[in-house]
């Protein structure tokens, strides 16, 4: 089973920028076959997805409401994801997750997911 650690995350203003990482270990050599993903769960509102990358890194997918600011990447030699955010508006605070999609549904659903890590709190002020 892979483990999962997120990081990156803080407190910056409204039209800041920040960059998540996520640290995969305990299962290297496979890291690069899976799909992964970035999820976030603000107070009282459900997880919901944010964007995610295919095993190659030759396609990614975002939510409506981070498309354009947000970008997803892969280094696979390091077993690391990114989520580099710009222009953070007040509703993107949340604790962002990382998760290893092992289903063969839809990017967006998060029963296709499994191993999150702890998550890391993004607060953006206005």
């Known amino acids: 089973q892979v483990q999962l650690v997120e990081s990156g995350g803080g407190l910056v203003q409204a039209g800041g920028s920040l960059r998540l990482s996520c640290v995969a270990s305990?299962?290297?050599?496979?890291?690069?076959?899976?799909?992964m993903g970035w999820f976030r769960q603000a107070p009282g509102k459900e997880r919901e997805f944010v964007a995610a990358?295919?095993?190659?890194?030759?396609?990614?997918y975002y939510a409506d409401s981070v498309k354009g600011r947000f970008t997803i990447s892969r280094d696979d030699a390091k077993t690391t994801i990114y989520l580099e955010m710009k222009n953070l508006k007040s509703e993107d605070t949340a604790v962002y997750y990382c998760?290893?999609?092992?289903?063969?549904?839809?990017?967006?659903?998060?029963?296709?997911?499994?191993?999150w890590g702890q998550g890391t709190q993004v607060t953006v002020s206005a």
């Open positions: 998760a290893e999609k092992y289903a063969s549904g839809t990017y967006t659903n998060d029963n296709n997911y499994r191993a």
């Open positions: 305990g299962r290297y050599s496979t890291f690069s076959s899976y799909a």
């Open positions: 990358i295919n095993w190659s890194g030759s396609n990614t």
